[in-house]
Antibody, heavy 118, light 108 residues
């Protein structure tokens, strides 16, 4: 069974850092395209970052240079290191992947809340 | 960059009625379109991918159609559990994903 479980969210001050983790099961982090998608309170979905092939990464312009995605085959986890956080980074962060669907995300975690506020 | 515009922003219907949700791309979409359903406090659930293929476990009352710049999600007969927010998504700017702003389907 495919599962994704996020952790690491919390309250952080503007300019601070936070590291999110996503533990996956049922598939390998090195063999799938895995994304972080966020949703600000009351707002829509925004794709944030993707990792594939274990090391190829890509970021939305809004987080480029501040966020770093990485994967770890030793424990089949995915991380999102978030630096220089801003209030508009406040959101629920989901990790998600495509298992069977073409160019769509058919497996999602439950999400972890990040609040950036002084 | 392709922008997806969904309409209407809010759709008010009654159970048993037919729902038609629209997603228009700012330019021709080179990859296929997906649709998601999201209920409060839950992650999105994939309904349709490749414009018209139902994801695993999705009831047959959900169908997708369209190509190019205009796409439609149809729910043939609304059930109480279908009232939620719906998002379209495409991947023309590979490897990123682009989402529409959402349509809220509410009970009339």
């Amino acid at each position: 069974e495919v599962q994704l479980v996020e952790s690491g969210g919390g309250l952080v001050k503007p300019g601070g850092s936070l590291r999110l983790s996503c533990v996956v099961s049922g598939f390998s982090v090195s063999g799938n395209y895995i994304s972080w998608v966020r949703q600000a309170p009351g707002k829509g979905l925004e794709w944030v970052s993707i990792i594939y092939g274990g090391s190829s990464t890509y970021y939305a312009d809004s987080v480029q240079g501040r966020f770093t995605i990485s994967s770890h085959t030793s424990d089949n986890t995915l991380d999102l290191q978030m630096n220089s956080l801003r209030p508009d980074d406040t959101a629920v962060y989901y990790c998600a992947t495509q298992i069977e669907a073409n160019d769509a995300l058919d497996a999602w975690g439950q999400g972890t809340m990040v609040t950036v506020s002084s | 960059e392709v922008v997806l515009t969904q309409s209407p922003a809010t759709l008010s219907l009654s159970p048993g009625e037919r729902a038609t949700l629209s997603c228009r791309a700012s330019q021709r979409v080179t990859s296929n379109l997906a649709w998601y359903q999201q209920k409060p406090g839950q992650p999105p659930r994939l309904l349709i991918y490749d414009s018209s293929i139902r994801a695993a476990g999705i009831p047959s009352r959900f169908s997708g159609s369209g190509s190019g710049t205009d796409f439609t999600l149809t729910i043939s007969s609304l059930e109480p559990e279908d009232f939620a927010v719906y998002y379209c998504q495409q991947r023309s700017n590979w490897p990123s994903y682009t989402f529409g702003q959402g349509t809220k389907l509410e009970i009339k």
